[in-house]
């Protein structure tokens, strides 16, 4: 299990990385702030760790992925 400051850490990681390397996407921003207001908790990957997830499914080839848990979506 993390600690409260390994995951500020992770956290503001995201956050840096998202500032430059991703741009905003409307959509993404869009399903955020309903899941938000609807009371859905936040267990999402952040955008950085879904661009690495993806650009590790390309890497390997993979035709298929099975995605377990998807809490709001």
Known sequence: ?????????WIKSDHYHNSFLVPKDEVLDNIE???????????????A?????????LSIGAKKILEVGTLGG
């Open 49 to 57: 760790q879904g661009k690495f997830l993806h650009l590790l499914a």
């Open 1 to 9: 299990m993390s600690s409260p400051e390994s995951e500020q850490i």
């Open 33 to 47: 702030e309903t899941t938000k207001a609807i009371g859905i908790p936040d267990l999402a990957v952040s955008t």
